[in-house]
Antibody, heavy 119, light 107 residues
Framework: EVQLVESGGGLVQPGGSLRLSCAAS????????MNWVRQAPGKGLEWVSY????????YYADSVKGRFTISRDNAKNSLYLQMNSLRAEDTAVYYC????????????WGQGTMVTVSS | DIQMTQSPSSLSASVGDRVTITCRAS??????LGWYQQKPGKAPKRLIY???SLQSGVPSRFSGSGSGTEFTLTISSLQPEDFATYYC?????????FGQGTKLEIK
C-alpha cells in the first residue's frame, strides 16, 4: 500500500525549532518529487516547500523562506522539514504530499502532524 | 504567483442534487489542476487530476472539466458521504496555489 506517515509535530515556543519527518512506503520514493503543505486551524491549504527527487532543486513559500529547510534521505525513504524561528502563524497541520507533475501531482498525502507555536 | 479564485465558498444542497464548483486561474495553467475533497480531521483526497481525469477508485458521479483559466468540478447526484470541503490546486508553476475552498453542506 502506498503510504506517507508524518511525525515530529508538537507544542513549541515562539522562536523555537522543530523537525518534521515523513516516512514513505509502498512506492519507489527516490523517483518522486515531494512537497510539504500546511493548514492552519479552520483555514485553507497552503503549499510550503518542494524538493525534487534527487534533492537538487528546492523551492519555498515566501512565508517560510529563510526559516524552514526541506531535505530528504532516499536511502531511508524519508522526507524532512526543519523549522526554525517558529512563529504563532506557523501553527498548522503539516502534510507531506507526493509528486508535482501530471498524473502524479499531489496524488498521495499523509495523515498530517500538528504543530502548535505558543508560549 | 497564480491566484486561484474558487466559488462558491459555501453551498447548501440536498442528497440527489447536482452541484458545480468553479475555479478560475489568474493566468493560463493548461490542464495542470486537481480537485480535492477534505473531511474534518482528515487529509485531502484527490478526486480529479489533469483537470478532467478521474482518480482511480473515485465514484463516477464526480467529474471535472476545463482548461486554461476556467475549471469546474461537478457532482452529478450528491450522496451523504459527499458533504465535505472541496479545493482546487494548480501545479502549473511554483508556487502551487489552492482555491479558498468550498464547504458543501446538507440542506
Amino acid at each position: 500500500e502506498v503510504q506517507l506517515v508524518e511525525s515530529g509535530g508538537g507544542l513549541v515556543q515562539p522562536g523555537g525549532s522543530l523537525r518534521l519527518s515523513c516516512a514513505a512506503s509502498g512506492f519507489t520514493f527516490s523517483s518522486y518529487e515531494m512537497n510539504w503543505v500546511r493548514q492552519a486551524p479552520g483555514k485553507g491549504l497552503e503549499w510550503v516547500s518542494y524538493i525534487s527527487s534527487s534533492g537538487s532543486t528546492i523551492y519555498y513559500a515566501d512565508s517560510v523562506k529563510g526559516r524552514f529547510t526541506i531535505s530528504r534521505d532516499n536511502a531511508k525513504n524519508s522526507l524532512y522539514l526543519q523549522m526554525n524561528s517558529l512563529r504563532a502563524e506557523d501553527t498548522a497541520v503539516y502534510y507531506c504530499a507526493r509528486g508535482d507533475y501530471g498524473e502524479d501531482a499531489f496524488d498521495i498525502w499523509g495523515q498530517g502532524t500538528m504543530v502548535t507555536v505558543s508560549s | 504567483d497564480i491566484q486561484m479564485t474558487q466559488s462558491p465558498s459555501s453551498l447548501s444542497a440536498s442528497v440527489g442534487d447536482r452541484v458545480t464548483i468553479t475555479c478560475r486561474a489568474s493566468q493560463g495553467i493548461r490542464n495542470d489542476l486537481g480537485w480535492y475533497q477534505q473531511k474534518p480531521g482528515k487529509a485531502p483526497k484527490r478526486l480529479i487530476y489533469a483537470a478532467s481525469s478521474l482518480q482511480s477508485g473515485v465514484p463516477s458521479r464526480f467529474s471535472g472539466s476545463g482548461s486554461g483559466t476556467e475549471f469546474t468540478l461537478t457532482i452529478s447526484s450528491l450522496q451523504p458521504e459527499d458533504f465535505a470541503t472541496y479545493y482546487c490546486l494548480q501545479h502549473n508553476s511554483y508556487p502551487p496555489t489552492f482555491g479558498q475552498g468550498t464547504k458543501l453542506e446538507i440542506k
